[in-house]
């Protein structure tokens, strides 16, 4: 009896060890990006793209680019999701949206990954 007490033990410890990867790859892989809205031909865009590969942000933070002056999808995206910052008329790129906020222009969206990848490496 004693046998089939530590057999049982020993699978119910293997399932909650295998629950408890599971629910932290879920947690890990649907974590929040950041949302980087920019145009191909844009200046300041470029500008940003040049932060994020001198200081090596894509290293510390999760950016999803997504191009808005040859996709209308991303285009529409970009629209609602300025939309749910209040951002209806002089909307533009460089767009950074995150957790529910939204930073546009250049200086914004460089001092938003200047914080967001400070906090990162610092805490």
Known sequence: MKKVHKTILIFFVVVA????LLSFLYIKRNRESIIF???????HCKMVENYIRDNNIDSILEIKR????????????LQS????CNI????????????????MGKDECIEFLKNAAGLIKNG
């Open 81 to 84: 999701r300025a939309k749910e």
């Open 88 to 103: 209806e008329s002089d909307l533009g790129v460089p767009f950074i949206y995150y957790q529910g906020k939204c930073y």
């Open 17 to 20: 060890l295998i629950l408890f």
């Open 37 to 43: 809205y920019y145009g191909d031909t844009c200046p």
């Open 66 to 77: 997504k191009e808005v002056y040859r996709s209308q999808a991303n285009a529409i995206e």
